[in-house]
């Protein structure tokens, strides 16, 4: 292909996970010849701690452009991003826009994209709770819905969006990103020796936890901490299992500041709990390695803990990964307090659940996902911009 024939691809990010699934797609599209690829941040995530530090590591080039919305309601954030987005893809005019995952970011790209049918791709499509309280399920069906090309982790992510009544032709099992780039970091990951140390040794925690081992916690999703007395008994809970095994716990912003108006803190004080600030990726997936179990309520650790056959106990009532619970390490607890302390006891005397990696999540996933688009771009016959 020559120059003038490069076919541009536009990136959307926004937050934390989208640039955990971002970073093999950028790798992949830079090894090909053919095309031109730029990144477009939203801003949705800002802090250093759920930003910077990723791009950091993961090693992702600097955004072309940063919309910078910050925070927001669901609908004020998707609103920002798409009313900032749509000029910048008029001006730009790119040949194709991919997403990732299922942030409010994601959504408002798709919907911007499908107003100016710029072709658009979903990356991690397909998947389903069923739940249509989790504002991420919202995200999820609206970018497939409007998707050209569906990249899918999982099978039951097919008989979903077949189900939805998707035309099999634009559905495509590839694997999982953020498989990749646990692969592609791995040998990076530090160790968590390292990081309890940087944590814990004040408070003497990081001695047991190296000598006795530790679980893992991330707890971030609203159903679970923006009620206060929910997140209490939760946390009661957490205390009550790190009388067992020492806990790194590092916290949210969303769960901090719950934490903080409602003064909760006072419960933690004087447990074995390790409280972080939000934590890189490569100190997270170094503890999540070493770690007896974890605990959570995020999407994409009950993925990373399946690959690397750690149990994880999932505090939500649904999941739409469900493979990690048939093939991998996940066990789905729900959300009563006594069920998590209930299910910590039994992977402490029983060692958990034992698991298998499922098909293609193997770190090749993101250099499929740009096959399918090369061989989209020259099938459709997309005029390229650029020509
Ligand atoms: C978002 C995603 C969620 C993903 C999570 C990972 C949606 C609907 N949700 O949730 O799917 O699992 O990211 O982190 O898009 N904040 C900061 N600093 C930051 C970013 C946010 O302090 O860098 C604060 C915001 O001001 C807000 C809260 O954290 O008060 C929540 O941020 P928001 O982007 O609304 O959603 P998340 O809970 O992070």
Not at 203 to 222: C, E, I, N
Not at 262 to 269: E, I, W
Not at 309 to 316: N, W
Not at 364 to 379: D, G, H, P, Q
């Amino acid at each position: 292909m020559s120059a003038t024939q490069l076919r541009q691809i536009d990136c959307i990010v926004g937050a934390r996970p989208n640039f955990v699934k971002i970073a093999p797609i950028l790798r992949a599209l830079g090894s090909r010849e053919g095309f031109s690829t730029r990144l477009i941040h939203t801003g949705q995530h800002y802090d250093v701690a759920m930003n910077a530090v990723f791009f950091e590591e993961l090693r992702i080039p600097k955004p072309a452009i940063n919309l910078e919305v910050g925070s927001g309601t669901g609908t004020e954030q998707t609103a920002h991003i798409m009313l900032k987005l749509e000029p910048v893809l008029l001006a730009l005019r790119p040949d194709f826009l991919l997403v990732v995952g299922d942030v409010n970011s994601t959504v408002a790209a798709a919907l911007v994209a499908a107003k100016l049918q710029i072709p658009l791709a979903h990356i991690e499509a397909g998947l389903r709770s069923n739940d249509r309280t989790m504002p991420e399920e919202i995200n999820r069906l609206v970018t497939d819905r409007l998707s050209d090309l569906l990249f899918v982790t999982e099978r039951s992510g097919i008989d979903n969006l077949l189900g939805e009544g998707i035309e099999a032709r634009r559905i495509i099992f590839v694997g999982n990103v953020m498989i990749d780039s646990l692969h592609a970091c791995l040998k990076r990951a530090m160790p968590a020796r390292a990081t309890l140390s940087d944590l814990g040794a004040a408070s003497g925690l990081a001695a047991v936890a190296l000598k006795q081992g530790f679980a893992f916690v991330t707890l971030h999703r609203p159903s679970n901490v923006d009620d206060p007395s929910k997140l209490e008994s939760l946390l009661a809970a957490l205390v009550a299992i790190a009388r067992k095994i020492p806990l790194v716990f590092p916290l949210h912003p969303r769960t901090r500041a719950v934490i903080a108006d409602a003064s909760l803190d006072r419960l933690l004080r004087g447990s074995s709990i390790i409280i972080a600030p939000p934590l890189s990726y490569l100190r997270t997936i170094g503890l999540i390695r070493e770690a007896k179990f974890v605990i959570t309520d995020s999407g994409g650790v009950q993925e990373e803990t399946t690959a690397l056959g750690v149990p994880c106990l999932t505090v939500r009532e649904n999941t739409e990964r469900p493979i990690t619970i048939e093939q991998g390490t996940n066990t789905l607890i729900g959300t009563s307090p006594d069920a998590l302390v209930a299910a910590a006891k039994d992977v402490l005397e029983n060692g958990g659940k034992k698991g298998r990696v499922p098909d293609l999540w193997d770190g090749n996933a993101a250099k499929r996902i740009v096959a399918e688009i090369e061989a989209y771009l020259s099938r459709e016959r997309v005029p390229s911009v650029a020509s």
